[in-house]
């Protein structure tokens, strides 16, 4: 825990130049390959969420986090180009193996394009490491746990989806902070007094274990997760099978009754 | 200062020249809603106290709100519209929802999240204040006041004078009800007739010189009950402009009924009282007025003209061919102002909805079209962008296409208002709202915005006998409530024929119950009819006013002649023979009526 609190949740972006500099720091591009292709950061090496998706079993992971040469020791820094969403997914995974020294690049790639800062096609050639697998279970939740804690008074649930597609369905007992929400229009996270400020408002505090959760496979809710971090909780689960299963599973769900919301909709 | 904040200090041309805003109010909102929460505020003060800051209740919960922005006189910025894209992104439903009293509103949004919502407008210099509860509410000015080829001065100023004098004044903060100001720029373009007071702008000769005034409407409104308004005097100077505003509010503040909440806006004051005998009231009101503060309490009128710059074009695309439509557009959505070279744009909405995107696209084409810098909101859910040079129409058109923002028909009939009814009204029995959108979509696939027999007509739909839509001055106009055959029920309207809102202001004739799902082929079977019986030169308008009136001589003479002849669209189907007829429009489940309490009178 303490070796965390000194790991910042995001890395900005003159921090990042310098590591890179000094090339202290392995940096995870997790687009798709042919964007990827295209064009990167300098020395980037390229885990598409995808390809980490298809099979997300620790033993499998561990074999593609030593690939791209990390190790236990080795910091870490993720971008994406969807407002952090996808970065965070691959980020957790990564703490979940138990490597505690990873960041989210507090933009994305288009905003450091847009910036004029550099960025190339060149494929870096890398050294294959070796890492430990020491699961943190801590800050996973499984169905089974959301069932058996989500009603306890001290656990608190966030559903991290849009607002209209909360109100028409969702995990009973759970309250709604969309993923847009987090941002600023410049970073994928707002700063941490701001940060700070809306969670207090809306209750999410450090008396409670939180599960937090989105629609298919934990990205928005994995920004979530982070978001929570920036403002020093610690206690944090992903569900991160999230609604999908949850619903495969026939589990209970709740609607917002009487009320056609999605007329509302410009959409 | 990182690298990534000096790179995007965006410019902001064109800045609005009053901040409406003020951050103190969103941290006392947050303060108090966590006090409400913990129980340290009962329910009624806490209502009170939201209700005055802008923010409404919700359809069946006490977990969501919705907030409403005021535009003063309609006026807003590109960068405004730009906060409020976000907000409506962050803490709404991604879409954000242009009202019929130039307000946009944020629904379904989480309580506790409102003051963050506050934060955001005091940063873009707007609020939400006295946007709801007994108070003055957002002062409205016709969308044309300024370029209108028929009004004698531009009432802008005076609107905007009038929003920031009552503004936070303690006068306004607990009045019998809500009281409701209209600036219009001719008796054409206003509804001022239909609203506690509505001023247009006049002017007389006085010894040789031209004197600015205002013809005055005291008493009108629009609901379960509406009533139309009555001019005070001939002429009233801009200097008792005030004054009279002042004698009003004190009159209605000091005899309004404070009990019945059904009965408490000041027209029913006006109506119980009698004309002559309110007229002198306020009369008497405001000498007492003009003689106790003639020196300290003034309009501060801002004369200094606009600044009107024709953007710079980006790029010259003469060469570029015109898309298809827009002959259609040019004619049913955009007018030619007193400028001369310069049009205003109307941009229809479907209901008042527009996307968080689209309202980012909007604000840049308003920095790259308008001259004036900013835009106006009009009074059926729609927005004006102003002074576009006539060359860059075309560029205009395309740019407004892209982005699903050039439906043709603003200025005509095609372009119905519906309020948002059960998708968060706590009043509402049927979904106006989205039989609004149905209607748009059935007159622009027949192509009725091009008929000019039709263009000087409305179609206004409310979801319940109250009047946000404003049904009554419709020209066919529609409220909603439950019928009924046996057990099952099935959402009705009851429409009304004839309205109108200019000089010959008249409430519309009450004709057939319509069941919802038949509400589209009465409109057009109406037009049928017209189009059977009509004079040449005729409008639906004026066919219909000839009706009401009993001055008609063909087929149809009377609204007895024509419920008759709508007799066959409103008898129910079984079940059995049509249960799509049993729904109410977005919804798949049989239609049951569901209402919570109101809180226009908290």
Same mark, same amino acid.
């Given at each position: 825990?303490?070796?965390?609190?000194?790991?910042?949740?995001?890395?900005?972006?003159?921090?990042?130049?310098?590591?890179?500099?000094?090339?202290?720091?392995?940096?995870?591009?997790?687009?798709?390959?042919?964007? +990827?292709?295209?064009?990167?950061?300098?020395?980037?090496?390229?885990?598409?969420?995808?390809?980490?998706?298809?099979?997300?079993?620790?033993?499998?992971?561990?074999?593609?986090?030593? =690939?791209?040469?990390?190790?236990?020791?080795?910091?870490?820094?993720?971008?994406?180009?969807?407002?952090?969403?996808?970065?965070?997914?691959?980020?957790?995974?990564?703490?979940?193996?138990?490597?505690?020294?990873?960041?989210?690049?507090?933009?994305?790639?288009?905003?450091?394009?847009?910036?004029?800062?550099?960025?190339?096609?060149?494929?870096?050639?890398?050294?294959?490491?070796?890492?430990?697998?020491?699961?943190?279970?801590?800050?996973?939740?499984?169905?089974?746990?959301?069932?058996?804690?989500?009603?306890?008074?001290?656990?608190?649930?966030?559903?991290?989806?849009?607002?209209?597609?909360?109100?028409?369905?969702?995990?009973?007992?759970?309250?709604?902070?969309?993923?847009?929400?987090?941002?600023?229009?410049?970073?994928?996270?707002?700063?941490?007094?701001?940060?700070?400020?809306?969670?207090?408002?809306?209750?999410? =505090? @450090?008396?409670?274990?939180?599960?937090?959760?989105?629609?298919?496979?934990?990205?928005?809710?994995?920004?979530?997760?982070?978001?929570?971090?920036?403002?020093?909780?610690?206690?944090?689960?992903?569900?991160?099978?999230?609604?999908?299963?949850?619903? @495969?599973?026939?589990?209970? =769900?709740?609607?917002?009754?009487?009320?056609? +919301?999605?007329?509302?909709?410009?959409? | 200062?990182?690298?990534?904040?000096?790179?995007?200090?965006?410019?902001?041309?064109?800045?609005?020249?009053?901040?409406?805003?003020?951050?103190?109010?969103?941290?006392?909102?947050?303060?108090?809603?966590?006090?409400?929460?913990?129980?340290?505020?009962?329910?009624?003060?806490?209502?009170?106290?939201?209700?005055?800051?802008?923010?409404?209740?919700?359809?069946?919960?006490?977990?969501?709100?919705?907030?409403?922005?005021?535009?003063?006189?309609?006026?807003?910025?590109?960068?405004?519209?730009?906060?409020?894209?976000?907000?409506?992104?962050?803490?709404?439903?991604?879409?954000?929802?242009?009202?019929?009293?130039?307000?946009?509103?944020?629904?379904?949004?989480?309580?506790?999240?409102?003051?963050?919502?506050?934060?955001?407008?005091?940063?873009?210099?707007?609020?939400?204040?006295?946007?709801?509860?007994?108070?003055?509410?957002?002062?409205?000015?016709?969308?044309?006041? #300024?370029?209108?080829?028929?009004?004698?001065?531009?009432?802008?100023?005076?609107?905007?004078?009038?929003?920031?004098?009552?503004?936070?004044?303690?006068?306004?903060?607990?009045?019998?009800?809500?009281?409701?100001?209209?600036?219009?720029?001719?008796?054409?373009?206003?509804?001022?007739?239909?609203?506690?007071?509505?001023?247009?702008?006049?002017?007389? !000769?006085?010894?040789?010189?031209?004197?600015?005034?205002?013809?005055?409407?005291?008493?009108?409104?629009?609901?379960?009950?509406?009533?139309?308004?009555?001019?005070?005097?001939?002429?009233?100077?801009?200097?008792?402009?005030?004054?009279?505003?002042?004698? %009003?509010?004190?009159?209605?503040?000091?005899? #309004?009924?404070?009990?019945?909440?059904?009965?408490?806006?000041?027209?029913?004051?006006?109506?119980?009282?009698?004309?002559?005998?309110?007229?002198?009231? %306020?009369?008497?009101?405001?000498?007492?007025?003009?003689?106790?503060?003639?020196? %300290?309490?003034?309009?501060?009128?801002?004369?200094?003209?606009?600044?009107?710059?024709?953007?710079?074009?980006?790029?010259?695309?003469?060469?570029?061919?015109?898309?298809?439509?827009?002959?259609?557009?040019?004619?049913?959505?955009?007018?030619?102002?007193?400028?001369?070279?310069?049009?205003?744009?109307?941009?229809?909405?479907?209901?008042?909805?527009?996307?968080?995107?689209?309202?980012?696209?909007?604000?840049?084409?308003?920095?790259?079209?308008?001259?004036?810098?900013?835009?106006?909101?009009?009074?059926?859910?729609?927005?004006?962008?102003?002074?576009?040079?006539?060359?860059?129409?075309?560029?205009?058109?395309?740019?407004?296409? #892209?982005?699903?923002?050039?439906?043709?028909?603003?200025?005509?009939?095609?372009?119905?208002?519906?309020?948002?009814?059960?998708?968060?009204?706590?009043?509402?029995?049927?979904?106006?709202?989205?039989?609004?959108?149905?209607?748009?979509?059935?007159?622009?696939?027949?192509?009725?915005?091009?008929?000019?027999?039709?263009?000087?007509?409305?179609?206004?739909?409310?979801?319940?006998?109250?009047?946000?839509?404003?049904?009554?001055?419709?020209?066919?106009?529609?409220?909603?409530?439950?019928?009924?055959?046996?057990?099952?029920?099935?959402?009705?309207?009851?429409?009304?024929?004839?309205?109108?809102? !200019?000089?010959?202001?008249?409430?519309?004739?009450?004709?057939?119950?319509?069941?919802?799902?038949?509400?589209?082929?009465?409109?057009?079977?109406?037009?049928?009819?017209?189009?059977?019986?009509?004079?040449?030169?005729?409008?639906?308008?004026?066919?219909?006013?000839?009706?009401?009136?009993?001055?008609?001589?063909?087929?149809?003479?009377?609204?007895?002649?024509?419920?008759?002849?709508?007799?066959?669209?409103?008898?129910?189907?079984?079940?059995?023979?049509?249960?799509?007829?049993?729904?109410?429009?977005?919804?798949?489940?049989?239609?049951?009526?569901?209402?919570?309490?109101?809180?226009?009178?908290?």
């Amino acid at each position: 825990m303490s070796q965390e609190k000194n790991v910042k949740i995001t890395m900005d972006i003159d921090s990042l130049r310098s590591e890179l500099r000094d090339n202290s720091v392995r940096v995870i591009d997790v687009r798709r390959e042919e964007d +990827y292709k295209k064009s990167h950061i300098p020395n980037a090496v390229n885990l598409p969420l995808a390809n980490l998706l298809s099979d997300d079993s620790p033993e499998r992971v561990v074999k593609l986090v030593n =690939t791209i040469g990390i190790d236990d020791e080795t910091p870490v820094v993720v971008y994406d180009d969807t407002f952090g969403a996808l970065a965070s997914r691959v980020a957790w995974t990564l703490e979940y193996l138990g490597h505690s020294k990873v960041s989210l690049l507090e933009t994305t790639f288009s905003k450091w394009k847009s910036l004029g800062l550099e960025h190339d096609d060149k494929i870096p050639q890398i050294q294959s490491k070796e890492h430990t697998i020491q699961l943190n279970s801590e800050i996973l939740s499984t169905t089974d746990y959301l069932e058996t804690s989500k009603n306890k008074p001290n656990v608190l649930l966030i559903d991290n989806r849009e607002r209209l597609n909360y109100l028409e369905q969702h995990i009973p007992g759970a309250i709604n902070l969309p993923y847009r929400t987090l941002a600023t229009q410049d970073k994928i996270l707002r700063p941490k007094e701001d940060m700070k400020r809306l969670l207090d408002n809306r209750g999410i =505090t @450090g008396e409670f274990e939180i599960i937090t959760y989105c629609g298919s496979v934990g990205t928005l809710s994995g920004l979530a997760y982070y978001a929570l971090k920036s403002i020093g909780l610690s206690n944090i689960k992903l569900y991160v099978r999230s609604f999908k299963e949850w619903k @495969g599973l026939e589990k209970p =769900t709740v609607k917002q009754e009487d009320a056609h +919301y999605w007329d509302l909709s410009a959409e | 200062m990182t690298l990534s904040e000096s790179v995007n200090s965006n410019p902001i041309s064109s800045k609005s020249k009053i901040n409406w805003g003020k951050m103190e109010e969103a941290e006392d909102f947050a303060a108090t809603v966590k006090l409400y929460r913990q129980g340290k505020f009962d329910e009624d003060s806490f209502r009170r106290y939201r209700l005055q800051h802008g923010a409404y209740g919700t359809r069946m919960t006490n977990d969501y709100a919705m907030v409403r922005i005021k535009l003063p006189a309609g006026e807003v910025y590109p960068y405004q519209l730009e906060k409020i894209s976000q907000l409506s992104e962050q803490f709404s439903i991604g879409s954000a929802h242009f009202s019929t009293r130039e307000n946009i509103q944020l629904h379904w949004v989480v309580l506790e999240d409102v003051s963050e919502i506050l934060r955001g407008l005091a940063d873009v210099g707007l609020t939400s204040r006295e946007a709801c509860g007994n108070s003055v509410r957002n002062v409205m000015c016709s969308p044309l006041s #300024g370029v209108c080829p028929d009004e004698e001065f531009d009432s802008t100023p005076y609107a905007l004078a009038t929003a920031r004098f009552f503004l936070r004044n303690p006068l306004s903060q607990s009045l019998p009800r809500k009281f409701k100001f209209n600036f219009t720029c001719c008796e054409k373009h206003g509804m001022v007739r239909m609203v506690d007071v509505g001023l247009i702008s006049q002017t007389r !000769d006085l010894d040789g010189s031209t004197q600015k005034g205002f013809k005055i409407f005291l008493g009108g409104g629009l609901g379960n009950k509406s009533f139309v308004g009555h001019q005070l005097e001939e002429f009233t100077p801009e200097e008792d402009l005030l004054y009279t505003s002042i004698a %009003v509010i004190r009159i209605f503040d000091r005899l #309004g009924d404070r009990k019945n909440m059904a009965r408490n806006r000041m027209r029913y004051l006006v109506n119980d009282m009698g004309w002559e005998k309110f007229r002198n009231l %306020v009369l008497k009101e405001r000498a007492i007025v003009r003689a106790t503060q003639s020196v %300290v309490t003034r309009l501060d009128v801002d004369h200094a003209p606009n600044l009107i710059k024709r953007p710079i074009q980006i790029s010259d695309e003469s060469g570029g061919s015109i898309p298809e439509g827009y002959a259609r557009w040019i004619k049913t959505s955009t007018l030619k102002q007193k400028q001369s070279e310069y049009h205003s744009v109307f941009i229809t909405l479907e209901a008042g909805d527009i996307t968080s995107n689209q309202l980012i696209s909007l604000a840049s084409i308003i920095q790259e079209f308008s001259s004036e810098g900013n835009a106006r909101t009009g009074f059926i859910q729609n927005i004006a962008i102003r002074y576009v040079h006539e060359e860059d129409l075309p560029r205009l058109y395309s740019k407004l296409l #892209g982005v699903g923002l050039a439906k043709s028909g603003s200025l005509t009939m095609a372009a119905p208002v519906g309020c948002s009814g059960t998708t968060s009204c706590n009043l509402a029995l049927t979904n106006s709202h989205r039989l609004a959108k149905e209607i748009q979509r059935k007159f622009l696939e027949l192509k009725l915005d091009q008929d000019d027999d039709l263009s000087d007509s409305s179609i206004k739909i409310s979801g319940c006998p109250n009047a946000c839509a404003q049904h009554g001055i419709a020209t066919i106009g529609f409220f909603g409530g439950g019928g009924r055959v046996g057990k099952e029920m099935y959402p009705n309207y009851q429409m009304s024929l004839g309205g109108r809102s !200019d000089g010959e202001t008249t409430l519309g004739s009450t004709c057939h119950r319509i069941p919802a799902k038949r509400v589209i082929p009465v409109i057009l079977k109406i037009i049928e009819l017209f189009k059977e019986n009509k004079k040449s030169n005729d409008t639906l308008k004026d066919w219909l006013h000839r009706i009401i009136n009993g001055k008609e001589d063909t087929a149809i003479k009377s609204m007895h002649d024509m419920k008759i002849a709508l007799d066959f669209l409103t008898i129910p189907p079984t079940k059995e023979e049509d249960p799509d007829f049993y729904n109410d429009y977005g919804s798949d489940s049989s239609y049951h009526t569901k209402t919570g309490k109101g809180e226009c009178a908290a």
